[in-house]
């Protein structure tokens, strides 16, 4: 909105720093912050107030996690409260880019919302059966994939190699969506402890602020050899919304925690990092600096698969956090060093825009 009002004026002034995207994402990272510390204690009050017993608890996961109970869930409408809010105050919203990326993080937030909601509503884990859930998922996804699809190529760029492509054709519409259900996916199955899918997905951000930028300039984008794709770098404002609004939800996410996110949170973010991902032409790369949302899905569908072979589980508990919890690792640890790890994988994969 602030950007479409100073090019009226053309950018006379002050109003000058509002067409750099620089100075733009760091502006939408500081707003997001602040709107999501204000509304935060009385937005978390509500919540407690209206789910009463909280998040349901299941039974069968690590005891420790029996003292959370009545911890109130949800907490991820904050984050597309502030998030949103930053994104329409400093985003180009004549941008076809960030109308695809608003619609999945506000489609995905809906849906997680509403398996939220049944699951406080019916004092259950279960929520929304899953196949309900991926269709809907896979109904925004595509409509997002029309939309960012509409103004760039169909191949799938490879990194480490420099101007080397898989030409996808008509296919690439799915393996977009593809992308961005399965970030939001292992996004929320990264949400289990506290803290721990929040700081990932700020780093995961960080990261694809930077490679959104330097796509979006064709003269940085002919010196790394990667590829170019005009008006991408309005999506490094969004990542910086994303940072901002996930600091604050931080602050009220610390252990102990005063609120979950929800899926409501996580299949939003998740899904954002997606649509990112796809539209500055870098989805291999989100399966690099996402490395740790991969290993807790890939745990998840190696536990599943193996114990309906054998009868036997490959890990004492999955996803793999609830592994290392159940080895003995308090949740403090187990959350620091994935965040850890977490930056491991963002510099790797920041790597890749010079590797090639």
């Not at 990272?29 to 935060?40: C, N, Q, Y």
């Not at 329409?88 to 990326?101: E, G, H, Q, S």
């Not at 996808?168 to 721990?196: I, K, Q, R, S």
Request: aromatic fraction near 10%; charge should be positive.
């Amino acid at each position: 909105m602030l950007f479409l009002i100073a090019q009226y004026f053309h950018f006379e002034g002050l109003a000058n720093l509002i067409r750099y995207q620089t100075f733009r994402a760091g502006a939408a990272l500081m707003t997001a912050l602040v709107i999501g510390l204000i509304i935060g204690p009385r937005f978390i009050n509500m919540l407690r107030v209206r789910q009463g017993k909280g998040q349901p608890i299941r039974e069968d996961g690590p005891q420790s996690h029996l003292a959370k109970r009545g911890t109130p869930t949800m907490g991820g409408l904050m984050i597309l409260i502030s998030l949103v809010l930053s994104m329409l105050i400093w985003m180009d919203l004549t941008n076809p880019f960030v109308w695809a990326c608003l619609a999945v993080t506000i489609g995905f937030g809906l849906i997680g919302f509403l398996d939220d909601y049944d699951k406080v509503k019916k004092r259950s884990t279960a929520g929304v059966p899953g196949r309900v859930r991926l269709a809907a998922e896979f109904a925004v996804a595509g409509v997002a994939a029309w939309l960012i699809v509409s103004q760039i190529n169909t191949n799938l760029y490879v990194p480490f190699l420099s101007n080397r492509y898989i030409p996808m054709g008509p296919l690439y519409y799915g393996f977009a969506a593809l992308v961005m259900v399965g970030a939001g996916n292992a996004v929320n199955l990264t949400d289990g402890l506290d803290g721990l899918a929040t700081m990932p997905v700020i780093i995961a951000a960080g990261a694809f602020a930077i490679i959104a930028y330097l796509a979006g300039r064709a003269d940085f984008a002919h010196y790394l050899g990667i590829p170019h794709v005009p008006r991408a770098g309005e999506l490094a404002i969004l990542c910086g919304a994303i940072m901002g609004a996930g600091l604050a939800f931080l602050w009220f996410n610390a252990p102990p925690a005063a609120v979950f996110m929800g899926d409501t949170g996580s299949l939003a973010l998740g899904g954002a990092l997606g649509a990112i991902a796809v539209a500055a032409h870098h989805e291999i790369v989100l399966a690099i600096v996402g490395g740790l949302f991969v290993l807790e899905a890939v745990s998840v569908i190696v536990q599943v698969f193996w114990y309906k072979r054998t009868g036997k589980r490959v890990f004492r508990m999955a996803p793999i956090h609830h592994h290392f919890e159940q080895l003995g690792w308090k949740e403090s640890t187990v959350v620091i060093r994935f965040w850890i790890v977490s930056i491991v994988l963002a510099l790797i994969g920041l790597s890749t825009l010079k590797l090639r």
